[in-house]
């Protein structure tokens, strides 16, 4: 089993940059893929960022990249999404997520390939 815990989530002005990680506990966490997700109010959950366990390769949706950057600390089980430039587009309940290893690229951008997830914490972009 391995809980995972979301942090960092807040209230920023258009143009501001937050940082939000995620603690993931358990005995084997440091063996997941790690992913990001945000839910907007009536939208469905989507895909925001991910990293390989394997080799750290991230992997971006196109509506964050260049703007968002995510990282791992193994020694602390903990996962970063760092945002910049933030629009009030990212306003959602943001979402982290463990699973795999993932053998294909593609199963990183679905939020069914995840085994855990935490509960979330809420970016609120403002214009």
């Known amino acids: 089993q391995v809980h995972v815990i979301e942090s960092g989530g807040g209230l920023v002005q258009a143009g501001g940059s937050l940082r939000l990680s995620c603690a993931a506990s358990g005995r084997t966490a440091n063996n997941y893929d790690m992913g990001w997700f945000r839910q907007a109010p009536g939208k469905e959950r989507e895909f925001v960022a991910a990293?390989?366990?394997?080799?750290?390769?991230?992997y971006y949706a196109d509506s964050v990249k260049g703007r968002f950057t995510i990282s791992r600390d193994n020694a602390k089980n903990t996962v970063h999404l760092q945002m910049y430039n933030l629009e009030p587009e990212d306003t959602a309940v943001y979402y982290c997520?463990?699973?795999?290893?993932?053998?294909?690229?593609?199963?990183?951008?679905?939020?069914?390939?995840?085994?855990?997830w935490g509960q979330g914490t809420q970016v609120t972009v403002s214009s």
């Open positions: 997520a463990a699973g795999g290893p993932f053998e294909y690229m593609a199963t990183y951008y679905y939020a069914q390939a995840y085994d855990y």
């Open positions: 990293i390989s366990v394997s080799d750290d390769g991230t």
